[in-house]
């Protein structure tokens, strides 16, 4: 996932701590995995040893997690119930990482059946804990999709674009042109450069305003304004900079401008 270090609920990581638990990186196909060895090095650092890179559009990864979580259970004193053969756990994280898809995934391939959690593109679409998902039978396992959980407080204002602009928090909340902003300070920082030719700019630019009028222009993307003159009102056409916004961040969330990791 683009943000293994910002996408962690502080909150959650304490709850966590008796538990047995997997940290599941969903997304891998949009993160740059050059970065893979100094994230696990970070990771490990605060004390976590068992951590799973996946992709659910693949299924990459994704026959590994039930392996896993099988040997954490058995290996825990705490969960032995010989009457009880059953496994039931929570899949827990921030909006819009793909816990509902890894369910799906895991019910794809172990039980050869569609999807029972619904999924989406923006944060919110699981709104309750749902009933006991069956994702496995041998062994038996069963899953319950939570609602993403964000941590009450944002540590900086760094780590809140980088939730943002990955859809843990609606753009609305934040502005689709500050999301914009940081998304294109990004891109350049990374030298990543695909969306020069994506959307049929001269050159790279660091002027958030330049890009988003080029990307408007190059899809079409106008708007009526009016403007006040001696004579009355006019009505002209304008470059819609928020309609670009828009569509350079729903690129990104894509993979269509590269691959990159925010941490």
Known sequence: MHIPLSGRNPLLREALDIRPHLLVLNKMDLADLTHKSRIL???????????LFTDCLKDENIEKIVPLVTELVSNSQR???????EACMMVIGVPNVGKSSVINSLRRLHLRKGKASSVGAEPGITRAVLTKIQVC???????????????????SVEIGLKLALCGAIR?????????????????????????????????PCDEVETVLKGIAL?????????????????TV??????????????????GLLGKVMLD
Do not use: W
């Open 171 to 203: 753009d609305h909340l934040v502005g689709e042109d500050v999301i914009a902003d940081y998304l294109l300070y990004t891109l350049n920082r990374q030298q990543q450069f695909s969306y020069v030719e994506r959307y049929g700019l001269a050159s």
């Open 41 to 51: 090095k970070c990771l490990e650092q605060q004390g976590l040893s068992h951590i």
């Open 218 to 234: 190059h899809l079409g993307k106008n708007r009526r304004v009016k403007v006040l003159t001696g004579t009355g009102d006019v």
């Open 137 to 155: 039978d041998r062994p038996l396992m069963f899953l319950l999709d939570t609602p993403g959980v964000l941590s009450p407080r944002i540590e």
């Open 237 to 254: 056409m304008a470059p819609n900079y928020n309609a670009a916004a828009v569509d350079f961040i729903g690129s990104f969330r894509k």
């Open 79 to 85: 969960y032995q119930r010989a009457e009880n053969v």
